[in-house]
């Protein structure tokens, strides 16, 4: 790391590199325009009012945040006065125990941008008006160009900046850097940038935007940084240091006064993956990347690994490694196999579309210049609390577990349409505010004359987050083991045990718990029961679409906020041995020791339980490991090839997590002596002793595979 670069990284995580917003005082008459008018007129005042931020260390500069008072980016919905009745009414705040609202990521695709400019795109927008004759087509429209123009004029009141601050420089290398950089303003964004430098300037400045994920950022580099290499202009140091330099302005974009300044997944975007002409896409950019962030000592963005089967050993071993050495826990991996099937075979989207997806935030799916097309979770417990507790008599004369799971799926399907409505309601009252500045920036809202806020996207998915499904499995395993198999008990008397909450059935519980074939052992029961399970999520939803005609796929992981906690404690006794109010499990794996045939087990478990592709939605998968199997490079090659064989069968994500059981319960009891202690939680990395106690005590149940 260079001087430079560590100056910048002291200043960033210091909090002295966060852009305050510049306050604007509005025209009073502009009540008197319409909305739409006020809005565009507003936005394009308030970009130009703000101020960039600028140091004797600079490469570079042109990002800003908004501050509420005009509808600004996608991500932080700041601005957006619609969507903010729906969140005092919905956010974090269950109905019926069964939905609530929650965040919505995004990703802009720079690709258009570097190709050709906001020139370029001014004049795609121009076509765009000749085809669309509808007034709020053509309003829509016309705002983007106006949004264009204040982008480009921000540009040059940068560059203007620059050549001023340059002025009060003494340090000729410094000075030299200002006038580069000034020049590089006057043509970026507004045309297509001629260098890898330029390029990098170019999505700085752009990420104001839309400032969430960069989506496939070796994808967007990678011309540039040969064609500069091939011509003697850039070295790979260079090349490193502007990379970082992107990176650190990411990190500063969270006040360090937030509670978020050191949780991966405020951005988070892919490298590698399948190219539109079906190679491999992990190159030297890709190493480049993973080698300047992880230099880099902040928390933000993390990125995952998209691999295939045309990845070569070498490079996977290679992001493992940087993956161990990491403090940081930056790094997660990804399987395109099974995500391109999902996408070309459930979703229908051409291969060359399919290709260009990225996980953003937590995990989500997004495609390169598109919305998460959901922002709800759900709690598919409740219908196992629904039949148990107040149905039982659906299921209590069943003869046999084909009875029983063909009325608990009645049940299941019909809290789904209730959980996927909601998620449609949460959208309808999104789709209210028109989105600008992100619009710009996302595939198909200029031709389709349409915000990404109202479905102006074509290549989207819609991916309702279900809580509690490890849960419902071993709910299910529970009733054909016990119930059907072996009978243990009655269906009548398990009902009444969970009515009881187990008081007076101990017995019953502890010989579940002991002898429950549960989910993640890689057995004949386990396995089928979970496959059913997920059969009948994929022939519910094969065929649906939300409002906006995306189509919706399964998710599982919790994200930032304790939803696992807050279901759970209104979640009465259910069948896996969980007493009223506890937890909920989110995310597809298994804890408290469950799995008890070991890891390969439960990664074959997880691997075969979705054979139709339907969870490739924002999905995670937790794996704690013994921090022995990777310290050693023998037991760490092993560990590679068996990950290796775990995508190769079928499974979707992973991330690691190296800290044992015994340290993390330390840690909880003396968070003082265990400040460094970081870890993965379900799709963002955080120190251990800065998370909640429902979030904690979900990382401690987790089983640390040896």
Same mark, same amino acid.
């Given at each position: 790391? +260079?001087?430079?670069?560590?100056?910048?990284?002291? =200043?960033?995580?210091?909090?002295?590199?966060?852009?305050?917003?510049?306050?604007?005082?509005?025209?009073?008459?502009?009540?008197?325009?319409?909305?739409?008018?006020?809005?565009?007129?507003?936005?394009?005042?308030?970009?130009?009012?703000?101020?960039?931020?600028?140091?004797?260390?600079?490469?570079?500069?042109?990002?800003?945040?908004?501050?509420?008072?005009?509808?600004?980016?996608?991500?932080?919905?700041?601005?957006?006065?619609?969507?903010?009745?729906?969140?005092?009414?919905?956010?974090?705040?269950?109905?019926?125990?069964?939905?609530?609202?929650?965040?919505?990521?995004?990703?802009?695709?720079?690709?258009?941008?570097?190709?050709?400019?906001?020139?370029?795109?001014?004049?795609?927008?121009?076509?765009?008006?000749?085809?669309?004759?509808?007034?709020?087509?053509?309003?829509?429209?016309?705002?983007?160009?106006?949004?264009?123009?204040?982008?480009?004029?921000?540009?040059?009141?940068?560059?203007?900046?620059?050549?001023?601050?340059?002025?009060?420089?003494?340090?000729? %290398?410094?000075?030299?850097?200002?006038?580069?950089?000034?020049?590089?303003?006057?043509?970026?964004?507004?045309?297509?940038?001629?260098?890898?430098?330029?390029?990098?300037?170019?999505?700085?400045?752009?990420?104001?935007?839309?400032?969430?994920?960069?989506?496939?950022?070796?994808?967007?580099?990678? %011309?540039?940084?040969?064609?500069?290499?091939?011509?003697?202009?850039? +070295?790979?140091?260079?090349?490193?240091?502007?990379?970082?330099?992107?990176?650190?302005?990411?990190?500063?974009?969270?006040?360090?006064?937030?509670?978020?300044?050191?949780?991966?997944?405020?951005?988070?975007?892919?490298?590698?993956?399948?190219?539109?002409?079906?190679?491999?896409?992990?190159?030297?950019?890709?190493?480049?990347?993973? +080698?300047?962030?992880?230099?880099?000592?902040?928390?933000?963005?993390?990125?995952?690994?998209?691999?295939?089967?045309?990845?070569?050993?070498?490079?996977?071993?290679?992001?493992?490694?940087?993956?161990?050495?990491?403090?940081?826990?930056?790094?997660?991996?990804?399987?395109?196999?099974? =995500?391109?099937?999902?996408?070309?075979?459930?979703?229908?989207?051409?291969?060359?579309?399919?290709?260009?997806?990225?996980?953003?935030?937590?995990?989500?799916?997004?495609?390169?210049?598109?919305?998460?097309?959901?922002?709800?979770?759900?709690?598919?417990?409740?219908?196992?609390?629904?039949?148990?507790?107040?149905?039982?008599?659906?299921?209590?004369?069943?003869? *046999?577990?084909?009875?029983?799971?063909?009325?608990?799926?009645?049940?299941?399907?019909?809290?789904?349409?209730?959980?996927?409505?909601?998620?449609?309601?949460?959208?309808?009252?999104?789709?209210?505010?028109?989105?600008?500045?992100?619009?710009?920036?996302?595939?198909?809202?200029?031709?389709?004359?349409?915000?990404?806020?109202?479905?102006?996207?074509?290549?989207?998915?819609?991916?309702?987050?279900?809580?509690?499904?490890?849960?419902?499995?071993?709910?299910?395993?529970?009733?054909?083991?016990?119930?059907?198999?072996?009978?243990?008990?009655?269906?009548?008397?398990?009902?009444?045990?969970?009515?009881?909450?187990?008081?007076?059935?101990?017995?019953?519980?502890?010989?579940?718990?002991?002898?429950?074939?549960?989910?993640?052992? %890689?057995?004949?029961?386990?396995?089928?029961?979970?496959?059913?399970?997920?059969?009948?999520?994929?022939?519910?939803?094969?065929?649906?679409?939300?409002?906006?005609?995306?189509?919706?796929?399964?998710?599982?992981?919790?994200?930032?906020?304790?939803?696992?906690?807050?279901?759970?404690?209104?979640?009465?006794?259910?069948?896996?041995?969980?007493?009223?109010? %506890?937890?909920?499990?989110?995310?597809?794996? /298994?804890?408290?020791?469950?799995?008890?045939?070991?890891?390969?087990?439960?990664?074959?478990?997880?691997?075969?339980?979705?054979?139709?592709?339907?969870?490739?939605?924002?999905?995670?998968?937790?794996?704690?490991?013994?921090? /022995?199997?990777?310290?050693? *490079?023998?037991?760490?090659?092993?560990?590679?090839?068996?990950?290796?064989?775990?995508?190769?069968?079928?499974?979707?994500?992973?991330?690691? +997590?190296?800290?044992?059981?015994?340290?993390?319960?330390?840690?909880?009891?003396?968070?003082?002596?265990?400040?460094?202690?970081?870890?993965?939680?379900?799709?963002?990395?955080?120190?251990?002793?800065?998370?909640?106690?429902?979030?904690?005590?979900?990382?401690?149940?987790?089983?640390?595979?040896?």
């Amino acid at each position: 790391m +260079t001087n430079r670069i560590q100056n910048l990284t002291a =200043r960033t995580l210091a909090g002295e590199m966060y852009v305050h917003p510049v306050a604007v005082t509005f025209d009073r008459n502009d009540l008197f325009l319409t909305e739409s008018e006020r809005d565009v007129k507003r936005l394009c005042e308030y970009i130009l009012a703000q101020e960039p931020m600028l140091t004797p260390d600079s490469a570079m500069t042109g990002f800003f945040n908004f501050n509420g008072s005009v509808v600004g980016d996608a991500f932080h919905r700041s601005g957006h006065r619609k969507t903010g009745e729906c969140v005092s009414q919905f956010y974090l705040k269950p109905v019926d125990n069964l939905s609530t609202m929650e965040w919505q990521h995004a990703t802009a695709d720079y690709r258009k941008v570097l190709a050709k400019g906001l020139s370029g795109i001014k004049a795609e927008i121009a076509a765009s008006l000749e085809t669309h004759t509808a007034p709020d087509e053509i309003t829509f429209l016309t705002g983007l160009d106006k949004v264009a123009d204040a982008l480009i004029a921000w540009a040059h009141k940068c560059a203007d900046k620059v050549r001023a601050f340059a002025d009060t420089l003494d340090d000729a %290398d410094a000075k030299a850097r200002m006038a580069r950089l000034a020049d590089a303003l006057m043509r970026v964004p507004e045309h297509a940038p001629q260098s890898f430098y330029e390029a990098v300037l170019c999505i700085y400045i752009c990420f104001s935007a839309d400032p969430d994920s960069f989506g496939t950022l070796d994808r967007y580099l990678t %011309d540039f940084y040969r064609r500069d290499i091939a011509a003697g202009t850039l +070295t790979r140091d260079e090349a490193a240091e502007y990379l970082q330099e992107l990176f650190l302005m990411v990190q500063a974009a969270t006040p360090k006064t937030n509670h978020q300044f050191t949780r991966g997944g405020e951005s988070h975007f892919c490298i590698g993956g399948y190219l539109a002409d079906g190679s491999d896409g992990f190159n030297e950019v890709s190493r480049l990347i993973v +080698t300047s962030l992880t230099d880099l000592p902040t928390y933000i963005p993390q990125v995952t690994l998209r691999w295939t089967k045309k990845l070569a050993r070498e490079d996977f071993y290679w992001m493992m490694d940087m993956e161990r050495r990491d403090p940081h826990k930056r790094i997660a991996f990804t399987n395109d196999e099974k =995500r391109i099937k999902c996408y070309t075979e459930v979703c229908g989207f051409p291969f060359e579309r399919a290709v260009n997806f990225t996980t953003v935030g937590c995990n989500e799916p997004a495609f390169l210049g598109a919305i998460t097309g959901s922002n709800s979770k759900g709690n598919l417990l409740r219908s196992v609390e629904r039949i148990f507790h107040e149905e039982r008599g659906r299921i209590e004369g069943a003869a *046999d577990f084909d009875a029983f799971y063909a009325e608990f799926e009645k049940v299941m399907l019909a809290d789904l349409d209730v959980i996927y409505d909601y998620d449609d309601k949460y959208n309808a009252c999104r789709a209210r505010d028109v989105n600008y500045i992100s619009s710009l920036f996302f595939n198909d809202c200029i031709e389709n004359a349409r915000s990404l806020t109202q479905g102006g996207g074509d290549v989207v998915v819609s991916s309702p987050m279900l809580l509690g499904i490890p849960n419902v499995i071993d709910a299910l395993i529970v009733v054909k083991q016990f119930v059907f198999d072996e009978k243990l008990c009655t269906m009548a008397e398990l009902c009444d045990a969970l009515a009881a909450d187990w008081a007076g059935y101990e017995e019953l519980r502890e010989v579940i718990l002991r002898r429950g074939t549960f989910f993640g052992n %890689d057995d004949d029961r386990s396995n089928a029961v979970a496959q059913r399970l997920y059969d009948s999520f994929y022939r519910y939803l094969k065929d649906k679409r939300n409002l906006f005609g995306y189509p919706v796929l399964v998710g599982d992981l919790v994200g930032y906020n304790e939803h696992h906690k807050w279901f759970g404690e209104k979640t009465k006794a259910t069948p896996d041995g969980r007493h009223a109010g %506890d937890l909920i499990k989110f995310g597809l794996g /298994q804890s408290e020791g469950r799995d008890r045939n070991g890891l390969t087990a439960l990664l074959n478990a997880i691997a075969a339980v979705d054979p139709h592709a339907i969870a490739c939605g924002s999905t995670v998968t937790n794996i704690s490991i013994d921090e /022995q199997l990777i310290k050693n *490079d023998d037991n760490f090659a092993k560990t590679v090839e068996l990950f290796e064989t775990y995508f190769k069968n079928g499974g979707v994500h992973f991330q690691l +997590t190296y800290v044992s059981q015994e340290d993390l319960i330390c840690a909880k009891k003396s968070p003082d002596e265990y400040g460094n202690l970081r870890v993965r939680v379900t799709g963002f990395s955080d120190y251990f002793t800065r998370l909640a106690d429902s979030m904690q005590d979900d990382i401690i149940a987790r089983t640390t595979q040896k």
